[in-house]
């Protein structure tokens, strides 16, 4: 049977650090502003709200929930963030590097943890009650979320830039 491990999810929060680093590192100009679709996020839209969510959501509300799950948390707004916050004239190398920091931030506040109270819970108005264990793994999911993204967005270009049926290289 398979049991939560904390540990685990923040071993690979950590790895994912790397990940996104990797994935996101020395965009072209043209890349980084490209949408498939208007109503989609570019790289720099998609970096910002990586930046934003993992100081003012995960980070956040975990904290909440492991030190007091009786208060509300603070509010968030990630969609509307986009434009309020004007995403897409940030700088794109200083938001990657704040998005880095922050998690290597979060990694060592993660780690730093004594005897946390994953079963903690916070009774959110229309999500239901949100644990520690449950706003941990969510977080590790909103990652694979948006490493699936970032790859789904460079293959998409990569087939408009090209002209090319990618058919060949197997199935999307």
């Known amino acids: 049977m398979l049991k939560f491990s904390p540990e685990a999810i923040i071993r690979e929060l950590s790895r994912n650090r790397d990940t996104f680093h990797s994935l996101l ?8 502003h490209w949408k498939p679709a208007p109503e989609k996020w570019c790289l720099l839209e998609i ?3 990586l930046y934003d969510e993992e100081r003012e959501d995960f980070r956040t509300r975990l904290k909440s929930v492991l030190l007091d799950p009786n208060a509300p948390f603070p509010p968030i707004d990630p969609v509307g963030w986009v434009s309020a916050r004007n995403y897409i004239n940030q700088n794109y190398g200083a ?3 704040a998005f880095l920091q922050e998690r290597t931030s979060s990694i060592k506040w993660l780690e730093s943890l004594s ?4 079963d903690n819970a ?3 108005p ?12 969510n977080w590790l999911a909103h990652d694979y979320l948006h490493i699936r993204q970032i790859t789904r967005l460079k293959y998409t270009y990569l087939k408009a830039l090209s002209g090319q049926n990618l058919g060949y290289a197997g199935e999307w």
């Not at 229309?126 to 793994?137: E, F, H, K, N, Y």
């Open 25 to 32: 590192a020395n965009p072209s100009e043209t890349f980084l």
């Open 95 to 97: 938001m990657l590097q």
């Open 47 to 49: 970096t910002c709200h």
């Open 126 to 137: 229309t999500i239901g009650p949100m644990s520690g264990a449950m706003i941990l793994s």
């Open 122 to 124: 916070y009774e959110h």
């Open 115 to 118: 005897s946390p109270q994953w």
